[in-house]
């Protein structure tokens, strides 16, 4: 199958530092990756929806601002936490849609952030 | 009431063992039905996909889909230690690749 690489794979930082996490597509270009969040013993939760060359279209409650999203090139979308807070400790995942244009997705391995 | 419902679990079960995952769903305009396995701290992990009702079987893997009574299920046969992990459905229509997931059963094959 595709392979998505994430990185980190886990981060920790001080409150009110900014955490950059990168996405890439190793073997397909992805015009669509999503971005999620997800809390232990819970499911995935759908943060943003990230298109190349365009703005990411959020899901409702999640701040724009304050999760930034990049997808400037066809293999990578990136994540920036800004000005983390102890409440955004958390483990995102990101997923891309197979190349042949299917309903698959296929998930980067995950990052642990954890705000000091 | 969630458009996806999944069994909750937890399962514990003795190597070897049939197990049975289910989910149900509201959304009729679901048509595409995944079966993801995460374990602890990582990504999911891609098990089975299916379009439409009826089985597919792959290895010790059956992906079932009901879509009558909006019910999936997966079945491991001769399950293993290794298969213990949490086990994720999940359901899409024609909008590539926004899917709504189950809450997630965890699994635990005990040798």
């Known amino acids: 199958g595709a392979v998505v690489s994430q990185h980190p794979s886990w981060v920790i930082c001080k409150s009110g530092t900014s955490v950059k996490i990168e996405c890439r597509s190793l073997?397909?270009?992805?015009?669509?990756m999503f971005w999620y969040r997800q809390f232990p013993k819970q499911s995935l939760m759908l943060m943003a929806t990230?298109?190349?060359?365009?703005?990411?279209?959020?899901e409702q409650g999640v701040e724009k601002d304050k999760f930034l999203i990049n997808h400037a090139s066809l293999t990578l979308s990136t994540l920036t936490v800004t000005s983390a807070h102890p409440e955004d400790s958390s483990f995102y995942i990101c997923s891309a849609i197979s190349p042949r244009g299917s309903e698959k997705l296929f998930f980067g391995s995950g990052t642990q952030l954890s705000v000091l | 009431q969630k458009e996806v419902e999944q069994d909750p679990g937890p399962l514990s079960v003795p190597e070897g063992a049939i197990v049975s995952l289910n989910c149900t769903y509201s959304n009729s305009a679901f048509q595409y039905f995944m079966w993801y396995r995460q374990y602890s701290r990582k990504g999911p992990e891609l098990l089975m996909y299916t379009y439409s009702s009826g089985n597919k079987e792959d290895g010790r893997f059956t992906a079932q889909v009901d879509k009558s009574s909006k019910y999936i299920s997966l079945f491991i046969r001769d399950s293993q230690p290794s298969d213990s992990a949490t086990y994720l459905c999940?359901?899409?229509?024609?909008?590539?690749?926004?899917?709504?997931f189950g809450d997630g059963t965890t699994l635990t094959v005990k040798p």
């Open positions: 990230s298109n190349e060359g365009s703005k990411a279209t959020y």
């Open positions: 073997d397909f270009q992805a015009t669509t």
């Open positions: 999940a359901m899409t229509g024609q909008r590539a690749g926004k899917s709504t």
